[in-house]
Structure formats: structure tokens, C-alpha cells
């Protein structure tokens, strides 16, 4: 996949944090740090994967990015707009620009609503002065682009299946001509032989719009297959970013390499030894002196659990979180 210029930016993350306040009984509420001084940039027509176990702060990163979570601090740019910190009523005409794929189609569709009611909210909003001839010209063209008919309008949600409502959910979200889609975990409550599809449907219409793309999932095949570059988040911190074939055949950080070994069918000169780590992830709310993941770490020292590792760049484009590279 070709790799774009890095300094073409459409979407800039600056030290980006989102705390919960977590009320226990009667005790004092603690803070659950879900995203932990993250900062990135995106290019216009760029996919940039984001993956991590569950609970590592992936999907409260992405809320966060359109503005369905409010972050504590650090700054969103988008298009060299800040909006990390914009009313909900400036926000309103930035929203048609950055729309959001949710991993459940189903929750994300009214079952009482047509498809073709749901389709036309988003235009209804952003697009007042269309009228009803040119409101159905979109919706049928929105469909033709997920590779559904113009038929579908009057059914409703439970009349398709998984992937043709996750395919609504993708035509819904494009219907306002956005500039970057937030995926997250698109295709992870599909069967295998549709993930495919919907991945390569993602593919060929972030190529054909020029969309950028933050591609959140646990299963770095995936993401392999569709990023130009990969960002590996543990307990809310980027641990490793870079282009997506030196992530995946030259990892450096050891949960990175430990993410890979667990990968099946991996091809024989990239193959790795599978890498058990011990113990689970520690709690966000409690998370651990120094360096987040040396409690799990096979090669940590006694410098790992005291300090914590900056981001460091070892290579043009390529950064690590880890004191002992």
C-alpha cells in the first residue's frame, strides 16, 4: 500500500486525554484513565489502524475523535480547526465531516424505521434545502456504493442480514460526503467469509472518495490488510507506531511482538514463536508505576517498574514506548 506524505495532515491528536470518574459505594470516585497522553495525525486518504486487546482505550479514543466523549485535555485538530473544545452548537456543522462505523449493526439501525427513514436522518440535518426527489436520487445512490439496491428502502432493519446492515450502516455514514470515517471493529460481529467483504468494500471506497480512515479492531490481520500505518494502544497508551509492514514483520516492542505471535497463518518467514504472556491486563483505574505493561513483560527490568518511557522516535516514522530499545 502506498505510503502518504506525512505532511499532509487532516486530522491532528495532541496529548490527548479522557478520564472517567468511577463512583465505588460510598467510597471516593476514582479516575479510570481509558486514554493516556495519546498524540498521532492522519493524512487526507490515509488508514491508520489502531489495535490492542479489549479494554486498552481503542473505542473510547475513536468516540472521542467525533466528539461522543469529551476529552479532559489535549487538543483534537481537525483541518486545522480545533474541536476538542467547541460547543456542542459550533460542533453541529463539523460533525457532517467525521462520521463513526460501530461494531454492532444492529444496535446502531431503529427497528422501527425503514431503511430508508434511517438513510435520510443524517441528509435531513445537514442537508435541509434537499428536497424529497433529490433526498431518494442520494439514498439510491448511497446504496448502489455499498453494493445494495434501491429496493431496500421500505424493508426494515431484521429483514437483512449481519454484513447487508453493517453495508447500511457504512452508506449511512457517508451520506453527508464526510472527510474521515472512525471505524470501530466493523467487522468483528461477522462471519469470516463477510468480514472480508466489508473490509474490502471499506478499501475500494476510502480509495475512491479519498476518505481517511482510523481502523480500530484486535485482529492485526486485518488491520494489516487495510492500514498504511498501525498504532498499538495498551492500557491507554500508544506503545508502537509505524507503516504497517515494518509493525508486522519487524515489531519491536514486546507486547507488539507478543500481539503477533498470536496471529494464526501467518507466512513461514514471518512466523514467530508464540509469545505467552503472564497475568491480565492491570486495571486502568489502578495502573502500574514506570511502564505499563512491565508487570507482563518477559524482558523487564527494575528501571521498567520505576519509569515511565516516553514515545521516542528510533526511526523516521517509526515510534516506540520502551526503555529497553
Not at 434545502?129 to 455499498?146: C, D, P, T, Y
Not at 464526510?178 to 467483504?197: G, H, I, T
Not at 491507554?236 to 508486522?248: D, F, N, P, W
Request: glycine share 6%; charged share 20%.
Amino acid at each position: 500500500m502506498k505510503i502518504l506524505s506525512p505532511a499532509l495532515k487532516l486530522l491532528e491528536v495532541n496529548h490527548l486525554q479522557v478520564h472517567f470518574a468511577i463512583a465505588r459505594g460510598w467510597s471516593a470516585s476514582k479516575l479510570l484513565k481509558a486514554v493516556d497522553d495519546v498524540c498521532f495525525d492522519l493524512a487526507p486518504g490515509e488508514t491508520v489502524g489502531l489495535v490492542g486487546e479489549s479494554g486498552c482505550g481503542k473505542t473510547t479514543l475513536g468516540r472521542t475523535l467525533v466528539r461522543l466523549e469529551k476529552p479532559l485535555s489535549g487538543n483534537i485538530i481537525f483541518d486545522g480547526t480545533d474541536i476538542s473544545s467547541l460547543a456542542e452548537s459550533s460542533l453541529r456543522s463539523y460533525r457532517r465531516h467525521f462520521q463513526m462505523i460501530f461494531q454492532d449493526p444492529q444496535g446502531t439501525l431503529n427497528p422501527q424505521l425503514t431503511i430508508g427513514q434511517s438513510l435520510a436522518e443524517p441528509l435531513e440535518i445537514h442537508e435541509p434545502a434537499l428536497n424529497a426527489a433529490g433526498r431518494k436520487i442520494r439514498l439510491g445512490e448511497m446504496l448502489s456504493a455499498v453494493g445494495l439496491e434501491a429496493g431496500c428502502l421500505d424493508r426494515y432493519p431484521h429483514e437483512f442480514s449481519g454484513g447487508q446492515r453493517q453495508r447500511i450502516g457504512i452508506a449511512r455514514a457517508l451520506a453527508v460526503n464526510p472527510r474521515l470515517l472512525v471505524c470501530d471493529e466493523p467487522v468483528s460481529a461477522l462471519d469470516v467469509s463477510v468480514q472480508a467483504q466489508i473490509v474490502n468494500l471499506l478499501q475500494d471506497l476510502q480509495q475512491k472518495l479519498n476518505l481517511s480512515m482510523l481502523f480500530i479492531s484486535h485482529d492485526l490481520a486485518v488491520v494489516e490488510h487495510i492500514s498504511h500505518r498501525i498504532m498499538v494502544m495498551y492500557l491507554g497508551k500508544l506503545v508502537e507506531v509505524a507503516e504497517s509492514q515494518i509493525v508486522c514483520r519487524s515489531p519491536l516492542h514486546p507486547y507488539t511482538q507478543a500481539l503477533l505471535s498470536a496471529v494464526p497463518n501467518r507466512a513461514p518467514s514471518i512466523r514467530s514463536q508464540r509469545i505467552i504472556l503472564s497475568g491480565d491486563v492491570p486495571s486502568p483505574i489502578h495502573p502500574p508505576s514506570g511502564c505499563p505493561f512491565h508487570p507482563r513483560c518477559p524482558r523487564a527490568e527494575l528501571r521498567c517498574s520505576q519509569e515511565t518511557p516516553e514515545l521516542r522516535k528510533l526511526n523516521p516514522g517509526h515510534q516506540v514506548r520502551c526503555h529497553l530499545i
